[in-house]
């Protein structure tokens, strides 16, 4: 069922194309569902390959223009763009809530996390600066400029349904250039709400287009890898369907930037603040139900208080509330896919199977929609598929370690390298640990690593290109170096 909104114009049921909302060729359509309920929200445009190429010529077409409007003004839209995001936060956060189920407050959190990255590019849209640089031959003077890259495609998850089509398509825009965002199927309403936005801003026809479809996924995605208008493709997801992209995508040689999956290792020595830390772990890992792609998904507890954290650590599991987004109280929601329940039992399986112990939970909620307890795991072991996969649910991992050595070989031991979070008080540690991690990012005795300003992407298996803060609008850039030879002075 569809929420009641303030602002009713906020809701779509259509695609948006060129300034214009708008049927899937076929006709065809994919149904929404809420996964607190189960029910129906929406049918929404089941687009195809010919679906992909009118949005790209029309993107290509707009691209024209926008690369020449002045960043100044592109910044201005974007301003208010975030403006408008935040004005209509309770809408926003109603809509996401219906189809990513995490919780109204959570929600509306994410609209404001969203808003960051528009405040953040808006700005930096007029510092794209070049260089002039000194040249080796007295007769010539060597300049580098930056331009907007063309048309991009932005595929965007379920996880996190606002912020992943702002932190993308709003760099893209900031930079000059012209997106298409092909948003996950199951939480395209959101994406659809921000682009109605977009519009009131003052975003030009074909500016910003979104392009929605489900079952015809691989189709889409292959349309948009392979069109010769589209430069540049940006997707956060799994590291399968990133390699799948990328591909795919070299038959045009697009650029890329993709920020796939994480194993995120959160590491909590002796000599941490133990409530400030448990804290901070909370944060880590449930929030929107542990599926952030930089969720604790292997919590190491140095031994001395290894008891101590799970006894800890039960006692705050045991004070969630899990239900409906909407339920007064409620700090976790269900999962978003039903797939990811199955995925969630099938972890906890293979983890008892080989020897780890159930604090708390352990199993799906006998209700309706995708429930999963929140859980607590003792004794995890690398032997474990939770190990080497992330969960994306509600359960804290433990594994007992004893020294920083061993700990730091532990933490790099995956192919991935995302998120990390390191709790202690030693500062010089702190480096140490900071330094050896192989990852993208490192929380040092903190849950949250992310915001308009700071760079967010990964290495290893958990791919390259880096979204938010000065370096996310140049992604969308290329360099171009002028060489110019002088009259003698
Ligand atoms: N990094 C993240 O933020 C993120 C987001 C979603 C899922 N995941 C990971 O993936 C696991 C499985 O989730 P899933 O079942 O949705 O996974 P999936 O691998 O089928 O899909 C992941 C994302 O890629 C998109 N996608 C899938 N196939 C595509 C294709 N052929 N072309 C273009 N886009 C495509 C989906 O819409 C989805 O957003 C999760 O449990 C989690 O570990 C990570
Ligand atoms: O899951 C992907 C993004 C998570 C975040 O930005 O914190």
Known sequence: MQPTLKNPKLWHEQAYVNGKWTASKSGKTFNVINPSTGDVIVALPEMSQEDVQIASGQALAAFEQWKKVSPKVRGSVIRKWAQLLLENAEDLGRILTTENGKPFAEAKGEIAFAASYLEFYCGEAERTYGDVIPSANPANRVFAIHQPIGVVACLTPWNFPAAMVTRKAGAAIAAGCTAIVKPAGETSLTALAIAYLGEQAGLPAGVLNVVTGMQNLAEIGKALCEDPNIRKLSFTGSTAVGKLLMRQCSSSLKKLSLELGGNS?????????????????????????????????????????????????????????????????????????????????????????????????????????????????????????????EIFGPVAALYPFDTEEEVLKMANNSEVGL???????????????????????????????????????????????????????????????????????
């Open 265 to 389: 290792p959160f590491i909590i020595f002796d000599d941490c603040d133990l409530p400030a830390t448990i804290n901070a772990l909370m944060g880590a890992k449930i929030r929107n139900s542990g599926q952030t792609c930089v969720c604790a998904n292997r919590i190491y507890v140095q031994r001395g208080i290894y008891s101590e954290v799970c006894r800890l650590l039960v006692d705050q599991f045991s004070q969630v509330k899990c239900g409906d987004g909407f339920e007064d109280g409620v700090t976790v929601g269900p999962l978003t896919v039903q797939r990811g329940v199955e995925k969630v039992q099938a972890h906890i399986d293979d983890a008892v199977g080989k020897g780890a112990r159930i604090l708390f939970g352990g199993q799906a909620m006998d209700r309706t929609g995708y429930f999963f307890q929140p859980s607590v795991l003792a004794d995890m072991s690398d032997r474990m598929l939770s190990h080497n996969e």
């Open 419 to 489: 998120g990390s979070y390191v709790c202690t008080n030693n500062l010089a540690r702190v480096w140490r640990m900071a330094e050896g991690l192989e990852v993208g990012m490192v929380g040092v005795n903190t849950g949250v690593i992310a915001g308009g300003e700071i760079p967010f992407g990964g290495i290893k298996h958990s791919g390259f290109g880096v979204e938010g803060g000065k370096w996310g609008v140049k992604e969308f850039m290329i360099t171009k170096s002028i060489v110019m030879s002088i009259p003698a002075i």
